[in-house]
Every structure is written in structure tokens, then in C-alpha cells.
T-cell receptor, first 112, second 114 residues
């Protein structure tokens, strides 16, 4: 069964600093991977998705993620954090039944 | 603009009431999902449906049922609401081919059972 593991339930970054959120997946076949963001009291919004066309995927709001098959990782980064990036971030994979498997989520706090 | 619409953003219900949470999508998606989200527990799948009148239990189906009479609408039913069902409920939809596109989420319904 496919699953994802997010390292760190809470991450605190200074405004302007690098944001790095870690995600590892377990899959015996090339996975369909996504990062979603959830702002307070909102639904989930797609940040970016891995489609196998390129290993470096660019998303909205300056985020990007790199697919590394050798490390089974899909880490999310943003070079310079903004106060508006404070939210919860989820790494998600489709399982073979078409169901979404969520990571536990990482809460990002941005400090001035 | 594609949309998944949940009928209510906030609901307050009494213990023992029958509660209906409605979700409508306008993308002609085959798959629809209901999740609940609780602090520290992430998103947990309650039920999903891969076609009209078809449903499968997710990880936490106890105390819930679902209905999908039309392709665009997926309802979550709490037969007799209890305080431990106080939570944020999220509906999502996707195409039937895994990964063909992303899943789209509604804005969520925050249900409080008193």
C-alpha cells in the first residue's frame, strides 16, 4: 500500500528564510504525488503536483518540489518565507484504488 | 472555475439529531470522498464513492452513512449525532483514473454537536 510520511508536525521559520517541508513516500510503482495547503478554516488548495514530466515541479506562491526516486522523497521548498505562508501543508499520494493517502500534515509558523 | 461546494460552512446540531452534509461538484468527476479532520489526527477518510449508487467504507465509517443518487452530489449522513462527531468535514472529488488530475476540495463544514 502506498503511503506518505511527513517529517515534523510543526515548522517555524523566519520571514525571508528558506521553507523546507519533508515528505517521503512508499511506493512500488511511480507515484502520483501532490502538495496541498490549508489556510485556517479553509478547504485544501493544490500547491503543485508531480506528473512524471519533470522531477522539479513548480507550483503556486513560489513553492517548488523535487521528486527524487532514489530517496523516495518529494520535499517542498520556498526560498523566502512570507507571513502569508503560515498554514498547514499536506503531502498526498494516490493509492492503487484511486483513494488519496494523506501525510499527517506540517503546520508552518512564520515569525517576523 | 471548477468547484466543489459544501452546503454549509458551519453547523450546530444537538446530540441525537440526524444530520445531512451535502456536497456538489460540477466537474463530472466519478470519485467523491468525505473526510473528517481533527487536530493531531490529520485527514481521515470516512467514505468514498466511485460511481452513482456505489460506495466504499473508508477508515472511520462507524456512525456515518452516505448517499450518491446523482453523479454530482454526495451526501454524508450522521444517523444520530454525537459529541465525538464534532469536527471539520471535507468533501473532495476526482477523476476515476488515479493521478489523471488532482482532487478538488470543498471549503469544509465545521460541525459542532452539543
Amino acid at each position: 500500500a502506498q503511503s506518505v510520511t511527513q517529517l515534523g508536525s510543526h515548522v517555524s521559520v523566519s520571514e525571508g528564510a528558506l521553507v523546507l517541508l519533508r515528505c517521503n513516500y512508499s511506493s512500488s510503482v511511480p507515484p502520483y504525488l501532490f502538495w496541498y495547503v490549508q489556510y485556517p478554516n479553509q478547504g485544501l488548495q493544490l500547491l503543485l503536483k508531480y506528473t512524471s514530466a519533470a522531477t522539479l515541479v513548480k507550483g503556486i506562491n513560489g513553492f517548488e518540489a523535487e521528486f527524487k526516486k532514489s530517496e523516495t522523497s518529494f520535499h517542498l521548498t520556498k526560498p523566502s518565507a512570507h507571513m502569508s505562508d503560515a498554514a498547514e501543508y499536506f503531502c498526498v499520494v494516490y493509492d492503487s484504488w484511486g483513494k488519496l493517502q494523506f501525510g499527517a500534515g506540517t503546520q508552518v509558523v512564520v515569525t517576523p | 472555475d471548477v468547484k466543489v461546494t459544501q452546503s454549509s460552512r458551519y453547523l450546530v446540531k444537538r446530540t441525537g439529531e440526524k444530520v445531512f452534509l451535502e456536497c456538489v461538484q460540477d466537474m463530472d468527476h466519478e470519485n467523491m470522498f468525505w473526510y473528517r479532520q481533527d487536530p493531531g489526527l490529520g485527514l481521515r477518510l470516512i467514505y468514498f464513492s466511485y460511481d452513482v449508487k456505489m460506495k466504499e467504507k473508508g477508515d472511520i465509517p462507524e456512525g456515518y452513512s452516505v448517499s450518491r443518487e446523482k453523479k454530482e452530489r454526495f451526501s454524508l449522513i450522521l444517523e444520530s449525532a454525537s459529541t465525538n462527531q464534532t469536527s471539520m468535514y471535507l468533501c473532495a472529488s476526482s477523476l476515476s483514473v488515479p493521478g489523471a488530475t488532482e482532487a478538488f476540495f470543498g471549503q469544509g463544514t465545521r460541525l459542532t454537536v452539543v
